[in-house]
């Protein structure tokens, strides 16, 4: 787009980092900056490790930020500019991706500001643990006020609530009267682990803005930038507030589905029905469709207890009770859900875990992400750690050991009258290692790398004891993935003999995860 020729995006989170790169990636010609004011967050986009773990990032980035040259032969993921389509060719281009702390150059000198921030539910003041903490996307739009140059595009990018465009154009008017600023709603719809696949190929793009002339003529110029590897037909132009709520709905809308078929396990569980029989039956009907109905420890990560505890303070806030009934159900499922196969585990040992080391398989909301924000896996810890074990043995692929225990003390320092010790909880940096000797190995994730595992581990003298679900445990090594799921665990349970042997000789099972971030191939 001819005026658009540089881009600020506010936010080196999940969803500014990827996105950015993205645009980036296929508007060679637009500089696109990100901004955050975590200086250590930007370093590490600087660097050769970055700060989150997507497939495919990685080979986007070195691409655009450091304008490399990606030609591998015969590598069908390489990124072609060939005329015809060739594999094998790519381009020589300029860098034109960069990660910044300089808020005031940033955005004095971008034509489109994207908020990318985080906005996580408030947990105090009025709305605790529904509203929206509005904080931080407050803070980015004074600062835009501040610096931005007149005319200026804003793009809410951030899941926001209903509303939010005009609470942006105010703070503007207020802090630069008369000066022309234009406000679009565009929300994300991609999901971790997949982050990369979902910008490449967006089922569409949703972009609300004023409907005025010149609100049109800037969703225009924002169309144009996706209109560079997304077909038109996808690009849909709304009004703000419905943009807005669609974010709301699309993932109230997909919890719900999670929380409907957990909720018909335990039903199952208690009937002798399969529930992975019925996701499949009614999985089938093509006005229900498969997706979304599998069965597990409920959905995680930072979006969907969170969009749903919006949605209710809305509704509420609009005096419709029953609405915000409705939808805060699919929070309770969620929270049972978690609670009845920590319960589970354990009635397993007999509700005693003295002197147990209890091993975890994963520790993110889901596979292919280093997410460990709202991870089932914590509520299930603070439950087992609440009986004192020996130990609870920690192993994920990708998440931060700080990450991960940033996540354990939060939660435990909010349970009153918790009785356990953090202590106990290690984290283990080889999978073998974190099983041996261990009573229990709970496989938290649908991480590929664990599907098999249970085969290995299994002594020749152990018995496997899975949990008394409808999910027979030997159903952890089927290949069969949903592929865009949040679904968190397997409930499967294995007593463990130890196994140095198996150690020695699994290939596919050591450390390997571990280590530099990966430039694994990924499908666009
Ligand atoms: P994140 O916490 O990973 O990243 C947010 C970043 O914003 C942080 O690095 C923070 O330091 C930075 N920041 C906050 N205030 C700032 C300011 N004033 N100036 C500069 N930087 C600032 O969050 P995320 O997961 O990327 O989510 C961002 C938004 O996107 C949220 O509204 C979220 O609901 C939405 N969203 C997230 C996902 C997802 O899967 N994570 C998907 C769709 C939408």
Not at 83 to 92: A, F, L, P
Not at 143 to 154: E, F, M, N, R, W
């Amino acid at each position: 787009p001819s005026d658009v020729r540089k881009i600020c995006v506010i936010g080196a989170g999940y969803v500014g980092g990827p996105t950015a790169a993205v645009i980036a990636l296929h508007n060679p010609k637009v500089g696109v900056e990100v901004l955050d004011r975590d200086q250590r967050r930007i370093e590490r986009w600087n660097s050769a490790h970055l700060p989150i773990h997507e497939p495919g990032l990685n080979k986007i980035v070195r691409l655009t930020r450091d304008g490399a040259i990606i030609k591998e032969p015969g590598d069908r993921n390489s990124i072609s500019h060939g005329r015809n389509g060739e594999s094998d060719y790519v381009s020589r281009r300029g860098p034109n991706l960069f990660f910044t702390c300089d808020t005031q150059v940033s955005i004095s000198t971008a034509d489109m500001v994207f908020l990318a921030v985080n906005t996580p539910t408030k947990t105090t003041g009025v709305g605790a643990g529904r509203a929206t903490n509005m904080t931080a996307l407050d803070g980015a739009v004074k600062d835009v006020a501040l610096y931005a140059k007149p005319g200026t595009i804003i793009v809410e990018k951030s899941t926001v609530p209903c509303g939010t465009a005009q609470r942006i154009r105010n703070t503007l008017d207020a802090l630069r009267p008369g000066v022309p600023f234009e406000v679009l709603s565009n929300p994300e719809f991609l999901s971790e682990g997949t982050a990369i696949k979902n910008l490449m190929k967006p089922d569409r793009v949703i972009i609300g803005s004023s409907g005025t002339p010149s609100g049109k003529l800037a969703a225009d110029a924002l169309a144009s930038l996706y209109a560079a590897w997304i077909p038109s037909s996808q690009i849909l132009q709304i009004n703000a507030w419905s943009s807005e709520l669609s974010k709301l709905v699309a993932n109230a809308m997909l919890a719900q589905r999670i929380s409907s078929i957990n909720s018909i396990s335990a039903i199952c569980e208690a009937t002798g029905a399969n529930v992975e029989e019925i996701a499949k039956s009614i999985g089938l009907d093509t006005r229900i469709g498969p997706q979304f109905l599998k069965a597990g420890l409920g959905f995680g990560g930072s979006c969907f207890r969170k969009d749903i505890a919006s949605l209710t303070y809305l509704a509420e806030s609009l005096g419709l009770e029953e609405v915000a009934h409705y939808w805060g159900q699919v929070n309770s499922i969620n929270v049972m859900q978690r609670n009845r196969f920590a319960r589970k585990v354990l009635k397993r040992f007999n509700e005693n875990l003295f002197g147990k080391k209890i091993t975890l398989m994963g520790f993110a909301f889901k596979k292919n992400t280093s997410d460990a924000r709202e991870s089932p896996a914590v509520d299930v810890i603070r439950t087992l750690l609440d009986e004192q074990p020996a130990e609870i043995a920690i192993f994920d692929p990708f998440c931060d050991e700080d990450d991960m225990l940033r996540e354990i003390n939060a939660a435990v320092s909010n349970t009153p009258g918790f009785a356990g010790e953090t202590s106990s909880v290690k984290i283990y940096t080889d999978p073998y290692e974190a099983c041996m000797e261990s009573n229990a190995i709970l496989i938290i994730t649908d991480c590929d790398q664990f599907k098999n595992s249970p085969q290995r581990l299994r002594g020749s003298n152990a018995s496997e004891t899975s949990l008394p679900t409808n999910k027979p445990a030997s159903t952890c090594a089927s290949p069969k993935q949903q592929e865009d799921d949040h679904l968190g665990a397997n409930f499967a349970n294995y007593r463990l003999a130890p196994q140095p042997d198996c150690v020695a000789n699994c290939p596919d099972c050591r450390s390997k995860a571990r280590g530099p971030i990966s430039t694994d191939p990924v499908e666009w």
